[in-house]
């Protein structure tokens, strides 16, 4: 059945160290999100993406996060070099036009 | 820009009705949605209003008032399986199309 596929689920590292996190949207979506979600904050939006373009990174430290697709079926959301205070969950979503957008499990990141 | 407001917590009884609230300001207003998201897991879309009444689907109703930058959320016959975040998000037009999100309010179910 047609899903977000994200990796890893579980991320631990030390602080200074690069992390990347990976997302497959649903087959056919043009649209993809990067949240991220903590008890203070709720989801915030990171970056977004149609048709593989880059629309919005406002909501994301440029000095460290990065976005980009490579291609259709591949989204990656790095920071280098990570901090403490990037602990968090990190969710993609996809959708398809002006539709819902569905999310991944997410990305449980751990830095200490 | 855009505000989201929610209440952070609610409790209701089983079996009860609950109506969960959402006002939103926002400059290109274009849907709003509903999800739900239980602990540890991923958000899942429940309902999306961009005309003004009542979605109705199953036990859970969501209605929109656009003049009034209002929303609620309506479940009925409430479940234990119904405690979870509800998260209200807007589609804003005129910010490319890109869905902001609330804080979400935590409903508790007690027997």
Known sequence: DARVTQTPRHK?????????????????????????????????????F??????????????????????????????????????AVYFC??????????FGQGTRLTVV | GQNIDQPTEMTATEGAIVQINCTYQTSGFNGLFWYQQHAGEAPT?????????????GRFSSFLSRSKGYSYLLLKELQMKDSASYLCAVRDMRRDDKIIFGKGTRLHILP
């Open chain 1, 12 to 48: 631990v590292t030390e602080m200074g160290q690069e992390v990347t996190m990976r997302c497959q949207p649903i087959l056919g979506h043009n649209t993809v999100f990067w949240y991220r979600q903590t008890m203070m904050q709720g989801l915030e939006l990171l970056a977004y």
């Open chain 1, 50 to 87: 149609r048709n593989r373009a880059p629309l919005d990174d406002s909501g994301m430290p440029k000095d460290r996060f990065s976005a980009e697709m490579p291609d259709a079926t591949l989204a990656t959301l790095k920071i280098q070099p990570s901090e403490p205070r990037d602990s």
């Open chain 1, 93 to 102: 979503a996809s959708g398809l036009g002006s539709q819902e957008a569905f």
């Open chain 2, 45 to 57: 879309f429940l309902s999306y209003n961009v005309l003004d009444g009542l979605e109705e689907k």
